[in-house]
C-alpha cells in the first residue's frame, strides 16, 4: 500500500488507480490480473467507507458505455447487489473505475469457508434462492453476470431463524474487464480459443466451457451463469471443488434431486443445462418447501439519517369483538365461499350503514402543489385528495391454505377461522409513484427511483416498510384521518372478497387478470405473458370488492410482523408483538404464478426495498368522518 502512495505521488498519471482527491484509498482488498478493489472513504459524504473498483488497464469509450451493466443493475436490482455509488477514469483519463457501497459485516464466499465452512443445508437453500432471484432480475434486463463465484458473493448471517443475507458482486464487470482485454488484444481467437478465452473468461473452476473459448458451444449468454452458480452452489454447499461432485459430500438431509440438479447446471453443453435462472428456481421450490428459508433479501442502499420516531397506527387487536358502531350488523357472517354477488351486497350494506360510498377520497387540509416542466412553460399539477378507498364489511373467514391446496408453503398453515369485527376501508390499488411523490415534495424527502418500470399510475416501488408508515402518517396529517398499513388478516380478508380457491379470480390465475410471470403458470396451467415490468393500477380485473391487482404487479407490506399462525378462533389479529421482518403479501410482475395465491405469505426486514415491492393502505375501523369525494 505504502509502495502504491509513493509511485503515485511520483507520477499519477501512470500509477494512479482512481481519483484519489475523492476516494482516499485506506486499505487493498484484493487484488488480480485485471485490477484491484479498494477500501475508501468518501469525504464529500461525511467520510462513509465505499469500494473502489480499478482497472490495471485502458478501456476504450465513454465511461457510461464501459460501465452500462453495472448501472442497469443498479436500477433493477436493488437488493440483490451493492448500491453503484459512483464510477469514472483514473488521472489520464484511459483506466476505468467504479464506486460501490461497502457492506460492513459482509464476508465473501471464499472467506465464509475459511472461516465458518460449508454452509449448512437451510443456510445453503436460502443463498441459492437469492442468488437465483438476482440472476431472474439480472437477465429479464439483459445483464449476464459471467464471473459468478463464491468470491462474488458476499454473505451474512441474519438472526436466528431469518436467514441469510447475499449480495452478488460484480455485475456488469466482466464487460469492463472484456473490454479492456479487447484494447490490450483486438483480433479473432488463436487455436480454437475465442478472445474471451484469451481474456477474463470468467474464473477458471467457476467458467463453462463456453466462457474458457470452446467455440462449438456458441457465445457467452444466460446459461452460462446457470453453470457457474452451480459450480458456486456446490463449493459453497460442500466446501469441495466443482469437479469434485458425490452426493455424499452434501450437508445431511440434502434431497437426492437436489444434486441432480446442481448436476444439470454444470452440463457441458448449455442446451443441456435448465433454460433459465427462473426455471431452476421453480425446480428448487418444488424439491424444497420454500418455507424452509426467506425469500426475500434486503437492499443494499446507503442508510439514510435517523429519521424522527414514525407513529404506527394499529387496528385494535382484540380477543373478543368489540361493540359495533350503529348501523353495523352485531353479529358477524361468516363469508368463506360465499358467492361474489351475496359478498357485494354485503359490502353495500355496511357503506350505507356507515354514510359512505362504496369508493371514496379523503381531500386534503392543504393541497400539495407539483410542478412539471414542459418545454418552457411550467405546468402546475394540484394533488388535493388521498387515494381512492374501498370499504370492506365485517365478516369471518379462513384464513390460510388448505393442506390439499397445490403448491402450498408451510408458514400458510395451520388455516384458520378469523373475525374481522368491524368494518374498514383499504386502497382501491397500490399506492402509486404520482401519489407517493407527492408526499416526497411535500416533506422533502428523495423520491424512490423507477427502475425503467413506470411512473405516474404505475405503482411506487423501491419504498421501504419504514417510508409506507411515513406515507400514512403524512397522508393521516393532510386528511385529518389515521390512515395505516393493513394487517395481514385483513389484507387476506380484502383479497379473497369471500372467495375460498387458491386466487379470487378461482382455482388458477392467468396472465390477462394478473401480472406475473406467465412462463411459470399456476398448476401446469398455460403459459401467458411475461410483461418484464409494472402495468398502471386498474389496468387489470378486480376482486369482488373492487380492488385492483391484489395478485401480482408488486410485493404489499403490510402492518405486521411475520410469524407462525395460531390455531383457533381469533379476532382481528395483527400478528406476533415484537420481530425483525414485516409480511409481504401478493406477489409480484416477475414472481411465478404459485407466489400471487391469496394465502402465499413473504417478509423482509423494515428496512430493505427492492424493484419488486410497494404498499396499499388502510383505514379504520373508524371510518365515519371519513367524506366522500364529491
Same mark, same amino acid.
Given at each position: 500500500?505504502?509502495?502504491?502512495?509513493?509511485?503515485?505521488?511520483?507520477?499519477?498519471?501512470?500509477?494512479?488507480?482512481?481519483?484519489?482527491?475523492?476516494?482516499?484509498?485506506?486499505?487493498?482488498?484484493?487484488?488480480?490480473?485485471?485490477?484491484?478493489?479498494?477500501?475508501?472513504?468518501?469525504?464529500?459524504?461525511?467520510?462513509?467507507?465505499?469500494?473502489?473498483?480499478?482497472?490495471?488497464?485502458?478501456?476504450?469509450?465513454?465511461?457510461?458505455?464501459?460501465?452500462?451493466?453495472?448501472?442497469?443493475?443498479?436500477?433493477?436490482?436493488?437488493?440483490?447487489?451493492?448500491? /453503484?455509488?459512483?464510477?469514472?477514469?483514473?488521472?489520464?483519463?484511459?483506466?476505468?473505475?467504479?464506486?460501490?457501497?461497502?457492506?460492513?459485516?459482509?464476508?465473501?464466499?471464499?472467506?465464509?469457508?475459511?472461516?465458518?465452512?460449508?454452509?449448512?443445508?437451510?443456510?445453503? /437453500?436460502?443463498?441459492?434462492?437469492?442468488?437465483?432471484?438476482?440472476?431472474?432480475?439480472?437477465?429479464?434486463?439483459?445483464?449476464?453476470?459471467?464471473?459468478?463465484?463464491?468470491?462474488?458473493?458476499?454473505?451474512?448471517?441474519?438472526?436466528?431463524?431469518?436467514?441469510?443475507?447475499?449480495?452478488?458482486?460484480?455485475?456488469?464487470?466482466?464487460?469492463?474487464?472484456?473490454?479492456?482485454?479487447?484494447?490490450?488484444?483486438?483480433?479473432?481467437?488463436?487455436?480454437?480459443?475465442?478472445?474471451?478465452?484469451?481474456?477474463?473468461?470468467?474464473?477458471?473452476?467457476?467458467?463453462?466451457?463456453?466462457?474458457?473459448?470452446?467455440?462449438?458451444?456458441?457465445?457467452?449468454?444466460?446459461?452460462?451463469?446457470?453453470?457457474?452458480?452451480?459450480?458456486?452452489?456446490?463449493?459453497?454447499?460442500?466446501?469441495?471443488?466443482?469437479?469434485?461432485?458425490?452426493?455424499?459430500?452434501?450437508?445431511?438431509?440434502?434431497?437426492?434431486? /437436489?444434486?441432480?440438479?446442481?448436476?444439470?447446471?454444470?452440463?457441458?453443453?448449455?442446451?443441456?443445462?435448465?433454460?433459465?435462472?427462473?426455471?431452476? /428456481?421453480?425446480?428448487?421450490?418444488?424439491?424444497?418447501?420454500?418455507?424452509?428459508?426467506?425469500?426475500?433479501?434486503?437492499?443494499?442502499?446507503?442508510?439514510?439519517?435517523?429519521?424522527?420516531?414514525?407513529?404506527?397506527?394499529?387496528?385494535?387487536?382484540?380477543?373478543?369483538?368489540?361493540?359495533?358502531?350503529?348501523?353495523?350488523?352485531?353479529?358477524?357472517?361468516?363469508?368463506?365461499?360465499?358467492?361474489?354477488?351475496?359478498?357485494?351486497?354485503?359490502?353495500?350494506?355496511?357503506?350505507?350503514?356507515?354514510?359512505?360510498?362504496?369508493?371514496?377520497?379523503?381531500?386534503?387540509?392543504?393541497?400539495?402543489?407539483?410542478?412539471?416542466?414542459?418545454?418552457?412553460?411550467?405546468?402546475?399539477?394540484?394533488?388535493?385528495?388521498?387515494?381512492?378507498?374501498?370499504?370492506?364489511?365485517?365478516?369471518?373467514?379462513?384464513?390460510?391454505?388448505?393442506?390439499?391446496?397445490?403448491?402450498?408453503?408451510?408458514?400458510?398453515?395451520?388455516?384458520?377461522?378469523?373475525?374481522?369485527?368491524?368494518?374498514?376501508?383499504?386502497?382501491?390499488?397500490?399506492?402509486?409513484?404520482?401519489?407517493?411523490?407527492?408526499?416526497?415534495?411535500?416533506?422533502?424527502?428523495?423520491?424512490?427511483?423507477?427502475?425503467?418500470?413506470?411512473?405516474?399510475?404505475?405503482?411506487?416501488?423501491?419504498?421501504?416498510?419504514?417510508?409506507?408508515?411515513?406515507?400514512?402518517?403524512?397522508?393521516?396529517?393532510?386528511?385529518?384521518?389515521?390512515?395505516?398499513?393493513?394487517?395481514?388478516?385483513?389484507?387476506?380478508?380484502?383479497?379473497?372478497?369471500?372467495?375460498?380457491?387458491?386466487?379470487?379470480?378461482?382455482?388458477?390465475?392467468?396472465?390477462?387478470?394478473?401480472?406475473?410471470?406467465?412462463?411459470?403458470?399456476?398448476?401446469?396451467?398455460?403459459?401467458?405473458?411475461?410483461?418484464?415490468?409494472?402495468?398502471?393500477?386498474?389496468?387489470?380485473?378486480?376482486?369482488?370488492?373492487?380492488?385492483?391487482?391484489?395478485?401480482?404487479?408488486?410485493?404489499?407490506?403490510?402492518?405486521?410482523?411475520?410469524?407462525?399462525?395460531?390455531?383457533?378462533?381469533?379476532?382481528?389479529?395483527?400478528?406476533?408483538?415484537?420481530?425483525?421482518?414485516?409480511?409481504?403479501?401478493?406477489?409480484?410482475?416477475?414472481?411465478?404464478?404459485?407466489?400471487?395465491?391469496?394465502?402465499?405469505?413473504?417478509?423482509?426486514?423494515?428496512?430493505?426495498?427492492?424493484?419488486?415491492?410497494?404498499?396499499?393502505?388502510?383505514?379504520?375501523?373508524?371510518?365515519?368522518?371519513?367524506?366522500?369525494?364529491?
Amino acid at each position: 500500500m505504502e509502495a502504491l502512495r509513493q509511485a503515485v505521488a511520483l507520477d499519477p498519471v501512470r500509477y494512479a488507480t482512481h481519483e484519489e482527491w475523492k476516494y482516499p484509498t485506506q486499505a487493498i482488498l484484493g487484488a488480480g490480473g485485471m485490477g484491484c478493489a479498494f477500501l475508501c472513504r468518501e469525504p464529500v459524504k461525511g467520510n462513509r467507507p465505499v469500494v473502489v473498483k480499478t482497472f490495471w488497464r485502458a478501456a476504450p469509450g465513454a465511461v457510461e458505455a464501459t460501465f452500462a451493466e453495472a448501472m442497469t443493475m443498479d436500477r433493477v436490482g436493488r437488493g440483490h447487489v451493492p448500491a /453503484l455509488l459512483g464510477y469514472g477514469f483514473a488521472p489520464g483519463g484511459e483506466r476505468p473505475y467504479i464506486v460501490m457501497d461497502y457492506l460492513d459485516g459482509y464476508r465473501d464466499g471464499e472467506a465464509w469457508l475459511a472461516e465458518q465452512g460449508p454452509l449448512p443445508l437451510a443456510a445453503g /437453500l436460502d443463498l441459492g434462492r437469492r442468488v437465483l432471484q438476482a440472476l431472474v432480475v439480472a437477465h429479464a434486463a439483459g445483464v449476464v453476470h459471467l464471473d459468478l463465484k463464491p468470491a462474488n458473493l458476499l454473505i451474512r448471517l441474519r438472526s436466528a431463524g431469518e436467514g441469510i443475507a447475499v449480495r452478488v458482486i460484480d455485475f456488469g464487470l466482466a464487460r469492463v474487464a472484456e473490454r479492456v482485454d479487447a484494447a490490450r488484444v483486438p483480433g479473432a481467437s488463436r487455436a480454437g480459443l475465442s478472445v474471451l478465452g484469451t481474456g477474463i473468461a470468467g474464473t477458471w473452476d467457476y467458467a463453462p466451457p463456453e466462457q474458457l473459448g470452446q467455440t462449438r458451444y456458441g457465445p457467452p449468454g444466460p446459461r452460462s451463469d446457470l453453470y457457474a452458480f452451480g459450480a458456486t452452489w456446490w463449493r459453497l454447499l460442500t466446501g469441495r471443488h466443482p469437479n469434485n461432485r458425490r452426493a455424499k459430500y452434501l450437508p445431511p438431509g440434502c434431497p437426492a434431486a /437436489l444434486f441432480e440438479l446442481i448436476h444439470d447446471l454444470l452440463e457441458h453443453d448449455p442446451k443441456d443445462r435448465p433454460e433459465s435462472a427462473a426455471a431452476v /428456481l421453480a425446480q428448487l421450490d418444488a424439491i424444497v418447501p420454500v418455507a424452509a428459508a426467506p425469500e426475500r433479501d434486503a437492499p443494499a442502499r446507503p442508510k439514510p439519517p435517523p429519521a424522527p420516531p414514525i407513529r404506527v397506527v394499529s387496528p385494535p387487536r382484540t380477543a373478543t369483538p368489540p361493540a359495533k358502531p350503529s348501523g353495523v350488523p352485531s353479529e358477524v357472517p361468516d363469508i368463506h365461499g360465499w358467492p361474489a354477488a351475496k359478498v357485494l351486497a354485503l359490502q353495500k350494506t355496511a357503506a350505507d350503514a356507515l354514510g359512505l360510498s362504496v369508493v371514496f377520497r379523503d381531500p386534503f387540509i392543504s393541497p400539495v402543489e407539483l410542478s412539471r416542466s414542459f418545454l418552457v412553460r411550467i405546468v402546475w399539477t394540484v394533488v388535493d385528495h388521498g387515494p381512492e378507498m374501498v370499504v370492506i364489511p365485517a365478516g369471518r373467514f379462513l384464513m390460510g391454505s388448505p393442506d390439499k391446496e397445490v403448491q402450498r408453503s408451510g408458514d400458510e398453515g395451520p388455516q384458520h377461522l378469523v373475525t374481522i369485527s368491524r368494518p374498514f376501508a383499504i386502497g382501491r390499488y397500490a399506492v402509486t409513484v404520482g401519489e407517493y411523490n407527492a408526499f416526497c415534495v411535500a416533506t422533502g424527502r428523495d423520491k424512490p427511483g423507477d427502475q425503467g418500470l413506470g411512473r405516474g399510475r404505475h405503482p411506487v416501488i423501491n419504498v421501504t416498510w419504514n417510508d409506507a408508515v411515513a406515507y400514512c402518517q403524512w397522508l393521516s396529517e393532510q386528511t385529518g384521518r389515521s390512515y395505516r398499513l393493513p394487517t395481514e388478516a385483513e389484507w387476506e380478508y380484502a383479497c379473497r372478497a369471500g372467495t375460498a380457491t387458491a386466487f379470487h379470480f378461482g382455482a388458477t390465475v392467468t396472465t390477462d387478470q394478473a401480472n406475473y410471470n406467465g412462463n411459470h403458470p399456476y398448476d401446469n396451467g398455460a403459459k401467458g405473458r411475461y410483461r418484464e415490468q409494472t402495468v398502471p393500477v386498474g389496468s387489470l380485473p378486480p376482486n369482488p370488492w373492487g380492488l385492483c391487482e391484489v395478485h401480482g404487479n408488486v410485493w404489499e407490506w403490510c402492518q405486521d410482523w411475520f410469524g407462525g399462525y395460531e390455531a383457533g378462533l381469533i379476532a382481528d389479529p395483527g400478528g406476533p408483538a415484537t420481530g425483525e421482518r414485516r409480511v409481504l403479501r401478493g406477489g409480484s410482475w416477475v414472481n411465478e404464478a404459485r407466489r400471487l395465491r391469496s394465502a402465499y405469505r413473504d417478509h423482509d426486514a423494515p428496512g430493505d426495498r427492492g424493484p419488486l415491492g410497494g404498499f396499499r393502505l388502510a383505514l379504520g375501523p373508524e371510518l365515519r368522518q371519513a367524506k366522500p369525494a364529491g
